[in-house]
């Protein structure tokens, strides 16, 4: 899971992010972003919010895995921030999401956003780990829980 750690700076993990919705947990992920990558939060909102009505990222469980080309973006980059009320976000188990993984990757990447998402989704089959990461409350905390995490068969689902 050496991807995650490479893309996920303690600063871009949020421990309490308060939004009630969607549309308002990308305005916040875009305020936290536009200044670290010189980028307007406009376009990364669009990015995520247009990738949204391709059809919900939502994977269930809980947790979502938004996700965006960016015109301009250089290096490939995360944000995860566990949210302090679940929103709804049009998951397939209709569960509302209490943990976000936002990916933002150039505009022409390709394999390597595969692989991140692929790598995203089996970490977020681990029950115990989205048990884990829904119970803790400091971003030290779910930062080493993301950049340490390492499978376990006995544990996932």
């Known amino acids: 899971m050496e ?6 700076p303690l600063d871009n993990v ?3 992010l308060d939004a009630a919705s969607k549309k308002r947990a990308f305005e916040q992920i875009g305020l936290l972003l536009e200044e ?15 990738r ?12 979502a895995i938004p ?3 960016i015109k301009g973006l250089k290096d490939t980059v995360g944000v995860f921030a566990r949210l302090k009320q679940a929103i709804p976000f049009d998951a397939p188990d209709n569960t509302p999401v ?7 990757v150039p505009e022409q990447a390709t394999d390597l956003h595969l692989q991140i998402l692929g790598e995203l989704a089996h970490m977020f089959s681990d029950r115990h780990l989205r048990e884990r990461l829904n119970a803790c409350h ?3 905390a779910l930062h080493k829980l993301l950049t340490t995490w390492a499978p376990h068969a006995a544990n996932q689902r």
């Open 67 to 69: 996700h965006g080309r």
């Open 36 to 50: 670290q990558l010189h980028l307007g939060k406009g376009k990364i909102f669009d990015s995520l919010f247009a």
């Open 138 to 140: 400091e971003r030290e």
């Open 3 to 8: 991807l995650i750690a490479k893309i996920l």
């Open 98 to 104: 209490s943990l976000m993984f936002v990916l933002l």
């Open 14 to 16: 949020i421990a309490e």
């Open 52 to 63: 949204e009505k391709l059809g919900s990222t939502g994977l269930g469980h809980g947790v």
